[in-house]
């Protein structure tokens, strides 16, 4: 899904708004969704294993090499 900030909306693109509540509009044939506010970026998060017998089996690994 395609999305641009409103400050990249090209002015003569003709603002749709969907069932939902969205707003689009089309580029190449395409909807192009808008939205108003800045991305939260988003963390990345580090693989953890749960307690038990994979993660004793993941940390002989490590320890291995």
Same mark, same amino acid.
């Given at each position: 899904? /395609?999305? *641009?900030?409103? #400050?990249?909306?090209?002015?003569? !693109? !003709? *603002?749709? %708004? &969907?069932? %939902?509540? &969205?707003?689009?509009? +089309?580029?190449?044939?395409? =909807? *192009?969704?808008?939205?108003?506010? #800045? =991305?939260?970026?988003?963390? %990345?998060?580090? +693989?953890?294993?749960? @307690? &038990? !017998? +994979? $993660? @004793?089996?993941?940390?002989? $690994? /490590? #320890?291995? #090499?």
């Amino acid at each position: 899904m /395609t999305e *641009v900030h409103i #400050s990249q909306v090209p002015d003569d !693109a !003709a *603002v749709f %708004k &969907g069932p %939902k509540g &969205g707003d689009y509009f +089309f580029r190449n044939g395409r =909807k *192009v969704y808008i939205h108003f506010r #800045s =991305k939260i970026r988003q963390r %990345k998060h580090r +693989f953890e294993p749960r @307690r &038990g !017998a +994979f $993660q @004793r089996f993941l940390q002989n $690994q /490590t #320890s291995i #090499s």
